[in-house]
Antibody
Framework: EVQLVESGGGSVQPGGSLRLSCLASGFTFSSYWMTWVRHTPGKGLECVANIEHDGSEKYYVDSVKGRFTISRDNAKNSLYLQMNNLRAEDTAVYYC?????????????????WGQGTTVTVSS | DIVMTQSPLSLPVTPGEPASISCKSSQSLLHRNGKNYLDWYLQKPGQSPHLLIYLASNRASGVPDRFSGSGSGTDFTLKISRVEAEDVGIYYCMEALQTPQTFGQGTKVEIK
């Protein structure tokens, strides 16, 4: 079964840090870009960061640049999001999602697999 | 940056009737490969989002054929031919031409 399972969410004070993890199974993790998406009731869905299949390139939305770091360990089928200097506006449910397939060429089939989400609350 | 604008933001629907959501992008989503990088997602209450349509008109695996996507360039539409009660939730379009991708504001679909 193709599956993504996030963990690491929690409550933290402004300025604090959290590290989210996403464990993939049921597919060849090292062949896919991966994306972190967050959801807030007020703002809806927002793509936070992407990482290429081999970790060579990383992309961030402006609001998290310099504070968040996306990384992956293909040997462990795992994706990570290190979140530093957290702000109240980072409060959200964070999802990892499977992005484009790379097997020599790039193949796009949408964000076809999502995890169940992990909740991050930033509050004093 | 590409801005995605959906309309309407709220859509009361009657089961058995058709429904339609519009999505407009501030830049063309037509790639030089001829494909439009526009997806549609549904987030049902209490669930993770899931993919309905990718590349403007391709239904994802397991998505009922009452859902269809159309459009090109900057104007796109998601149509539900006959709404069912299980279709309630928030529908999002998302451009996939840039990274990170950008979502529309969402359209809340609820039963009248």
């Amino acid at each position: 079964e193709v599956q993504l399972v996030e963990s690491g969410g929690g409550s933290v004070q402004p300025g604090g840090s959290l590290r989210l993890s996403c464990l993939a199974s049921g597919f060849t993790f090292s062949s896919y870009w991966m994306t972190w998406v967050r959801h807030t009731p007020g703002k809806g869905l927002e793509c936070v960061a992407n990482i290429e299949h081999d970790g060579s390139e990383k992309y961030y939305v402006d609001s998290v640049k310099g504070r968040f770091t996306i990384s992956r360990d293909n040997a462990k089928n795992s994706l990570y999001l290190q979140m530093n200097n957290l702000r109240a506006e980072d409060t959200a449910v964070y999802y990892c999602a499977r992005d484009r397939l790379v097997t020599g060429r790039h193949y796009y089939y949408g964000l076809g697999v999502w995890g169940q989400g992990t909740t991050v609350t930033v509050s004093s | 940056d590409i801005v995605m604008t959906q309309s309407p933001l709220s859509l009361p629907v009657t089961p058995g009737e058709p429904a339609s959501i519009s999505c407009k992008s501030s830049q063309s989503l037509l790639h030089r490969n001829g494909k439009n990088y526009l997806d549609w997602y549904l987030q049902k209450p209490g669930q993770s989002p899931h993919l309905l349509i990718y590349l403007a008109s391709n239904r994802a695996s397991g998505v009922p054929d009452r859902f269809s996507g159309s459009g090109s360039g900057t104007d796109f539409t998601l149509k539900i031919s006959r709404v069912e009660a299980e279709d309630v939730g928030i529908y999002y379009c998302m451009e996939a031409l840039q990274t990170p991708q950008t979502f529309g504001q969402g359209t809340k679909v609820e039963i009248k």
